[in-house]
Nanobody, 112 residues
Framework: QVQLVESGGGLVQPGRSLKLSCAAS????????MHWVRQAPGKGLEWVSN????????YYSDSVKGRFTISRDNAKNTLYLQMNSLNSEDTAVYYC?????WGQGTQVTVSS
């Protein structure tokens, strides 16, 4: 069955970096657009970024553009999100998704 398993979240101080990973299985990963979506406490889902199946293009929300970098390794069926210059507004549960399936999410908390 399809599985998406996020990892790499945690507690980090403002201004620091964190890299999330999402291990995918059960579908043709290298044919799928992949996305990162987040949900801050008490708020709705916010799309963060996506990436073409062959990494030919990447897109970002205005709130993370210039600070976050999405990437993928199709040989490892893994999606990544490098997050730099984190601030409190980045505190959220981060999900990877193909839109057809979702991971369980990983918590990112930015606090001093």
């Amino acid at each position: 069955q399809v599985q998406l398993v996020e990892s790499g979240g945690g507690l980090v101080q403002p201004g620091r970096s964190l890299k999330l990973s999402c291990a995918a299985s059960g579908f043709t990963f290298n044919s799928a657009w992949m996305h990162w979506v987040r949900q801050a406490p008490g708020k709705g889902l916010e799309w963060v970024s996506n990436i073409h199946p062959e990494s030919e293009s990447m897109y970002y929300s205005d709130s993370v553009k210039g600070r976050f970098t999405i990437s993928r390794d199709n040989a490892k069926n893994t999606l990544y999100l490098q997050m730099n210059s984190l601030n409190s507004e980045d505190t959220a549960v981060y999900y990877c998704t193909s839109w057809h399936s979702w991971g369980q999410g990983t918590q990112v908390t930015v606090s001093s």
